[in-house]
Every structure is written in structure tokens, then in C-alpha cells.
């Protein structure tokens, strides 16, 4: 059974950081590209970011372009997203899962909250 766990987000003033990670059990995470999406109440999932298995490449979407960062410990299968200069519109619920814009697994974790206000 596969078991994603998101961590890291919280509450934070706009210009502020925060680093999520996630934890993968019971998938072969090197082989895969890995990815990040994000909901708001209301609005379907959107995907934020992806790396490749390798880290060799990235994708960020437009609007985290320059500011997000990805990155992965195979070793660790864990995935990594650095979020700098965060915005209020960033806020929501984070989630990873395998491939790029279009998720692989059907399961989710519980992801991880990030609130961006003063």
C-alpha cells in the first residue's frame, strides 16, 4: 500500500518561507518524477511543480516560477518543495504524488496546510 505524508506548512506572514517535505512508503520513488498540487476550498487540485526521478529537470507553474524550489532524496524517498517570498494566494493544502502535471497514484496523503497572511 502506497503512503504519501506532507509536512511542513504553516502560517506565515507574506515574504516568509517554508519548507514541505513528503515522505513515500511502499512505491518505488526513484523511479518515478515526483510532483506538487495545491487546493483551496472550493477550486479543484492544481498542480504547483515536478521534478524528474533523477532531479535532472523541473517544472514550475508560472505563477512560483523563481520563487519555489524543488528537490528530492532518493536515498530518503522524500520530496522536497522551498517556498520563498510567499504570497497570500499561495495559500492552501499541499499535496505530493508521482509524475508531473498529471498525478499517478490515485491515493493522497492527508496533505499539509499553508496559510500566507498578515
Known amino acids: 500500500e502506497v503512503h504519501l505524508a506532507e509536512s511542513g506548512g504553516g502560517l506565515v506572514e507574506p515574504g516568509g518561507s517554508l519548507r514541505l517535505s513528503c515522505i513515500v512508503d511502499?512505491?518505488?520513488?526513484?523511479?518515478?518524477?515526483m510532483s506538487w498540487h495545491r487546493q483551496t476550498p472550493g477550486e479543484p487540485r492544481e498542480f504547483v511543480a515536478t521534478?524528474?526521478?533523477?532531479?535532472?529537470?523541473?517544472f514550475y507553474i508560472d505563477s512560483v516560477k523563481g520563487r519555489f524550489t524543488l528537490d528530492r532524496d532518493n536515498a530518503r524517498n522524500t520530496l522536497y518543495l522551498q517556498m520563498n517570498n510567499l504570497k497570500p494566494e499561495d495559500t492552501g493544502v499541499y499535496y505530493c504524488?508521482?509524475?508531473?502535471?498529471?498525478?499517478?497514484?490515485?491515493?493522497w496523503g492527508q496533505g499539509t496546510q499553508v496559510t500566507v497572511s498578515s
Open positions: 504524488n508521482a509524475g508531473g502535471r498529471v498525478a499517478v497514484l490515485d491515493s
Open positions: 511502499g512505491f518505488p520513488f526513484a523511479n518515478y518524477a
Open positions: 521534478i524528474s526521478s533523477g532531479s535532472s529537470s523541473t
